[in-house]
C-alpha cells in the first residue's frame, strides 16, 4: 500500500510544496521519534502564517513579506531566505553542524530523535513569532 500510496503522492498535483520536502515518504512513514505540532504542520503544508496563503484564501491584501518586503512571503521564503530569521537559522545551522536548505530539512531532521526536536523548535519559534505579528497587525492595523 506505501508504494501505490507513493505513486500517487507523486503524481499529484496537490501538496507540491510538502512533496518537495517529503519526495519519499517511505523514510517519513517509518520514522520512529518525531511527533508533528501545530506549527510543524503549518510549515510542512505551506497552509499558515504566510501571507501568500493568508492572501489566497483572502485575508490579506498583498501576499508580501511583513519583514522584508519580499513580493512573497511562503513556507520557502520564511524558513530559508527571509532575513528576519537569519540569526535563528544561523544558529540552528551552527547547532547542527551543517547548512539547513530545502532538501536536506526532512532528511536532517529524520536522521536523529535529537535533530527532529532541534528542528521541530526552530520552526515552532519561527511560526509563534509570525503569529504574534500578525495579531498584532489584526488589532492594530497599519
Not at 517519513?28 to 502564517?49: D, V
Request: glycine share 4%.
Amino acid at each position: 500500500i506505501l508504494n501505490l500510496w507513493q505513486a500517487r503522492w507523486e503524481a499529484s498535483s496537490k501538496g507540491r510544496w510538502t512533496f518537495q520536502l517529503i519526495p519519499d515518504l517511505r523514510p517519513w512513514s517509518r520514522r520512529t521519534f518525531g511527533e508533528t505540532n501545530f506549527h510543524l504542520t503549518q510549515a510542512l503544508s505551506g497552509h499558515g502564517c504566510f501571507s501568500s496563503y493568508l492572501h489566497s484564501i483572502g485575508k490579506l491584501v498583498s501576499p508580501a513579506c511583513w519583514y522584508c518586503n519580499a513580493p512573497t512571503d511562503d513556507a520557502h521564503h520564511t524558513l530559508f531566505i527571509c532575513d528576519a530569521w537569519h540569526s535563528r537559522q544561523s544558529r540552528l545551522n551552527t547547532i547542527l553542524g551543517r547548512d539547513i536548505s530545502l532538501p536536506t530539512l526532512v532528511p536532517v531532521m529524520l536522521q536523529s530523535r535529537e535533530n527532529w526536536i532541534i528542528v521541530s523548535q526552530f520552526i515552532t519559534e519561527v511560526m509563534k513569532s509570525k503569529e504574534s505579528e500578525e495579531r498584532r497587525r489584526q488589532a492594530y492595523p497599519p
